[in-house]
């Protein structure tokens, strides 16, 4: 019998249906039957030019020929994307990919492929997710997909990328919780009682032994939270008087413009004296207490010490972020208000919006001092302190 051509055999697959235009026949190959649908010409619904539909089913043949299971293809791509991307966002976006393909396990019976991502496949798994977790994580979690998807593209295994089509669709959008800072009087108890529960932690192995300069290093430089927990001994200039955010074998910097310098406060030059006393340059400077490489959390510790100091606010560490910039936009420099480039630089960011928009708080306590500084100290002591300095 003679071998159908490939022409021959594109054109047996492919079926007019009225009203609706060209669809293809992929049953065989583990696809079903679906529209053949053109992204490139921005053309809505299934094609309607048999010229350009016969293009399209000609890649999606191709494609499904070649068409990966999505969870041996996560692998793949989560492990290139290791070599760039820090551990942490890799493990998230593992665990977001996950989610994703146990949810197709169930939805399809089977294990899911490439072309089985499609938008109706992404606004079921939206539908299913959105009452279980916050829009933010749903968001991590379709932000690790579409960035899988958007590789497969490139790679020649799926024909586009669903994801914002289907986030488009449903009018996504990611409700944000308001943000939250400590005043000075509450970042000094926190303080406070770290130090305490640093000397308890000598009875109790299991506990973190270094909460108050890890808190401190986040509250005296505005650091986030990975820059802090991957800090080395040698990041901590004290004879130059700075901090130094940088690129190392344990911590990266998504952006250029993270690397940067913070001045060394005499409060974190104090705290930090007694701590490094005994470490080598390139020790990390808050190493885990249960497998001595980074931190991952301290989430724990600090729903602990919010409760000791009655603290009614999130336990996340990204608090002494904004309330360094909080607190450092009200200090002085030689005499003036600080500017706020100067803080956005400090902060790590480029340009002044994030500092306007999003970390520029206002404190109740009106600290006008030449640092950054957290008393336990009511506003009249801090004034007097302000003007005799």
């Known amino acids: 019998m003679p071998k159908r051509s490939k022409k021959k055999e594109i054109s047996d697959r492919m079926y007019w249906r009225e009203g609706r235009g060209w669809y293809i026949d992929l049953r065989d190959l583990g696809g079903g039957r679906r529209a053949i649908v053109d992204k490139e010409s921005g053309e809505k619904g299934a094609c309607q030019s048999r010229d ?36 942490g966002t890799v493990d998230r976006d593992r665990y977001s990919l996950d989610t994703v393909i146990c949810f197709g396990r ?4 089977r294990e899911p492929h490439l072309s089985d991502i499609t938008r109706d496949f992404v606004r079921a798994f939206m539908a299913w997710r959105e009452p279980q977790v916050t829009s933010q994580s749903l968001a991590h979690e379709l932000h690790a997909l579409s960035n899988l998807m958007g590789k497969a593209v490139l790679d020649d295994k799926a024909v586009h990328n669903p994801v914002p089509d289907a986030k488009k669709y449903e009018e996504f959008s990611v409700t ?12 000094a108890k926190v303080l406070r009682f770290a130090g305490e529960a640093d000397a308890e932690a000598k009875k109790y192995p299991q506990r973190c032994p270094c909460l ?20 080395q001994t040698s990041d901590i200039d004290f004879d130059g008087g700075r901090v130094l955010i940088r690129h190392n074998e344990c911590r990266l910097l998504k952006r250029p413009w993270h690397e940067r310098e913070v001045p060394l ?125």
């Open 176 to 187: 944000h919780a308001p943000p939250e800072w400590y005043e000075i009087g509450e970042a």
């Open 212 to 231: 108050r300069p890890l808190i401190a290093h986040g509250l005296l430089t505005g650091a986030r939270p990975h820059e802090t927990f991957g800090a």
């Open 106 to 109: 169930r939805m399809l019976g």
């Open 265 to 389: 406060w005499p409060q974190l030059r104090e705290i930090l004296q007694e701590h490094i006393a005994d470490r080598r340059p390139h020790d990390l400077l808050f190493p885990s207490h249960i497998t001595g490489g980074m931190y991952t959390n301290i989430r724990d510790a600090l729903r602990m010490l919010h409760k000791e100091a009655r603290i009614f606010k999130r336990p996340r560490l990204y608090i002494t972020r904004h309330t360094y910039c909080a607190t450092r936009l009200q200090t002085l420099d030689k005499g003036e208000p600080v500017s706020p480039y100067t803080v956005a630089a400090e902060m790590g960011h480029k340009d002044l919006k994030l500092i306007m928009d999003t970390y520029g708080h206002l404190q109740r306590d009106r600290m006008r001092l030449d640092r950054v500084e957290y008393i336990e100290a009511d506003v009249t002591v801090l004034e007097r302190k302000a003007a005799a300095s």
């Open 52 to 87: 350009r539909a016969f293009k399209m089913a000609e890649k999606l043949i191709a494609i499904r020929g070649r068409d990966p299971e999505l969870d041996c293809y996560a692998k793949d791509h989560l492990e290139r994307k290791r070599r760039r991307k820090r551990a």
